[in-house]
């Protein structure tokens, strides 16, 4: 089976940084994904690490350690329209389908 | 480019109707299919995912079923809706041998409200 652990909130300032967290466990480990979900709307895919590393794109990046079974999506030079739900999902091996975490919510304050 | 509709947008359906929910897949071939479902302020489940014609497999025993009559469409229905069905459908894709990981991608979603 699969366990995804993310945190459920979190705050931050316009213009700043934020690292957002994710711990796996996973039977076959086949790729991590970051989704962003606006209120309301269907989640858009963001980023995908499959080999240890940092991956950018923009102001998002992606970082994967597959011996600690962790990941963090890191958005810089925030924006009002950051204010959305990160997912962390996880494909495994035996699987074509995502197993999602629930979700970090994060709030974008002026 | 690739394109995926899912309708009804919104519907509100009384306990004990059925449901029949649509899902289409343009601009590729041979596409793995997925029901996902989100209850209110909670995770995606992943309820259905199809790797090809007749080939569905159930991720969680409930009153939903899905089928796939073409290639490219996605249907989940269900004879009897219950209360704890309301939610938030998304019918998603992915390529059948893909490159990056097979990424999914997500329709619009359908908000169905049992009453």
């Known amino acids: 089976g699969q366990n995804i652990d993310q945190p459920t909130e979190m705050t931050a300032t316009e213009g700043a940084i934020v690292q957002i967290n994710c711990t796996y466990q996973?039977?076959?480990?086949?790729?991590l994904f970051w989704y962003q979900q606006h209120a309301g709307e269907a989640p858009t895919f963001l980023s995908y690490n499959v080999l240890d590393g940092l991956e950018e794109k923009g102001r998002f990046s992606s970082f994967l350690s597959r011996s600690k079974g962790y990941s963090y999506l890191l958005l810089k030079e925030l924006q009002m329209k950051d204010s959305a739900s990160y997912l962390c999902a996880v494909m495994d091996m035996g699987r074509r389908a995502l197993t999602f975490g629930s979700g970090t919510r994060l709030q974008v304050q002026p | 480019s690739q394109t995926i509709h899912q309708w009804p947008a919104t519907l509100v359906q009384p306990v004990g109707s059925p449901l029949s929910l649509e899902c289409t897949v343009e601009?590729?071939?041979?596409?793995?299919l997925y029901w996902y479902r989100q209850a209110a302020g909670r995770g995606l489940q992943l309820l259905f995912y199809?790797?090809?014609?007749?080939?569905i497999s159930s991720e969680v025993p409930q009153n939903l079923s899905a089928s796939r009559p073409q290639d490219r469409q996605f249907i989940l229905s269900s004879k009897k809706l219950l209360l704890s069905d309301s939610g938030f459908y998304l019918c998603a894709w992915s390529v059948r041998q893909g490159g990056s990981g097979n990424t999914i991608y997500f329709g619009e979603g359908s908000w169905l409200t049992v009453v």
């Open positions: 199809s790797i090809g014609i007749d080939q």
């Open positions: 601009g590729t071939s041979n596409p793995n």
């Open positions: 996973t039977s076959g480990f086949n790729g």
